[in-house]
């Protein structure tokens, strides 16, 4: 089944830097991968997706890169801000498509 | 509006228990999902129901049972409470089960945190 590497665990980046979360997966037929932000006390929510007929996504100061040959995809956060500060989750769709699955999860400190 | 809830959000229960956990979404999505995040964050999905069938059970023991009465609701009920049971467990929608060959967007809940004493 499919299997999802995510790296960082943790991260610590100064307010405005940029920070970069990784993701690995390991069946080639994924074709569906989501971001999702988690703040403490709350679900994950969506923050940015991308389907394996697109190679990178932005929206405003988030972008996503997929590499589909090398089975990685990041997540890019520029002008990074204190309420950045949460835990990322990435996911990649099984191989039969009908569910994701995440990695473990990378929290992000954004210093002000 | 919220767009997927889950009630209680807390739940503190002694073990062998029973209890039970809603959901509803008001999105109009046709597949409804549960997913158990332990101690660690690690988010594994548990169940889907797609139009009110059940099309995934992920190996979860059978003292969980999903219900869904209608598109909108999904409840999990689970047995005999066990310790190993302490997680939050969320609550997450879908407009369609598959997408463009792959899943479709999910949303989730609030989560419910539930602890087994």
């Known amino acids: 089944g499919e299997n999802v590497e995510q790296h960082p665990s943790t991260l610590s980046v100064q307010e405005g830097d940029s920070a970069v979360i990784k993701c690995t997966y390991s069946?080639?037929?994924?074709?569906?991968f989501p971001w999702y932000k988690q703040e403490l006390g709350k679900g994950p929510q969506l923050i940015i997706d991308?389907?394996?007929?697109?190679g990178e996504k932005k929206d405003q100061r988030i972008a996503v890169t997929l590499n589909k040959t090398a089975k990685h995809f990041s997540l890019h956060i520029t002008e990074t801000q204190p309420e950045d500060s949460a835990v990322y989750f990435c996911?990649?769709?099984?191989?039969?498509?009908?569910?994701?699955?995440f990695g473990a999860g990378t929290i992000l400190r954004v210093k002000s | 509006d919220t767009a997927v809830s889950q009630t209680p959000k807390y739940l503190v229960t002694q073990m062998g228990n029973d209890k039970s956990i809603k959901c509803e979404q008001n999105?109009?999505?046709?597949?409804m999902y549960w997913y158990k995040q332990d101690s660690k964050k690690f988010l594994k999905i548990m169940f889907s129901?797609?139009?009110?069938?059940?099309?995934i059970n992920e190996t979860v023991p059978n003292r969980f049972s999903p219900k869904s009465p209608d598109k909108a609701h999904l409840n999990l009920h689970i047995n005999s409470l066990e310790l190993g049971d302490s997680a939050v467990y969320f609550c997450?929608?879908?407009?369609?089960?598959?997408?463009?060959?792959?899943?479709?967007?999910?949303?989730f809940g609030p989560g419910t945190r539930l602890t087994v004493l």
């Open positions: 999105l109009g999505h046709d597949t």
């Open positions: 996911a990649a769709s099984s191989e039969y498509g009908n569910k994701l699955v």
């Open positions: 997450a929608s879908s407009q369609d089960w598959l997408r463009q060959g792959g899943t479709d967007t999910q949303y």
């Open positions: 991308i389907r394996s007929n697109v």
């Open positions: 069946d080639s037929a994924s074709n569906y």
């Open positions: 129901y797609n139009n009110k069938e059940l099309i």
